[in-house]
Nanobody, 114 residues
């Protein structure tokens, strides 16, 4: 069974940066949608950013201009560059791939605190 594994989370001060990565345990063919979601304590999971196989990207309003999603299709990897982090960005971040089925990672914790 294919697993997605996120990395790059951690503790960072407000205004700092982190780069999240997501890798698949084996090649997944036909991935036409990749995304990053996050879930803060006591809140529902929310879509942060997405990218299609045609490299069309979308972002939630609160991260526009600060976060950048990118992918390496040959490696089945997706990234999330997060700059100017704020305390409200604190959450567990999950990667998501979709072909004809959905794949989820187990999450990586991002804590933004001084």
């Amino acid at each position: 069974q294919v697993q997605l594994v996120e990395s790059g989370g951690g503790l960072v001060q407000p205004g700092g940066s982190l780069r999240l990565s997501c890798a698949a345990s084996r090649t997944i063919f036909g991935v036409n949608f990749m995304a990053w979601y996050r879930q803060a304590p006591g809140k529902e999971r929310e879509l942060v950013a997405s990218i299609t196989s045609g490299d069309i990207t979308k972002y939630r309003e609160s991260v526009k201009g600060r976060f950048t999603i990118s992918r390496e299709s040959a490696k089945n990897m997706v990234y999330l560059q997060m700059n100017n982090l704020k305390s409200e960005d604190t959450a567990v971040y999950y990667c998501y791939y979709f072909t004809d089925i959905a794949y989820w990672g187990k999450g990586t914790l991002v804590t933004v605190s001084s």
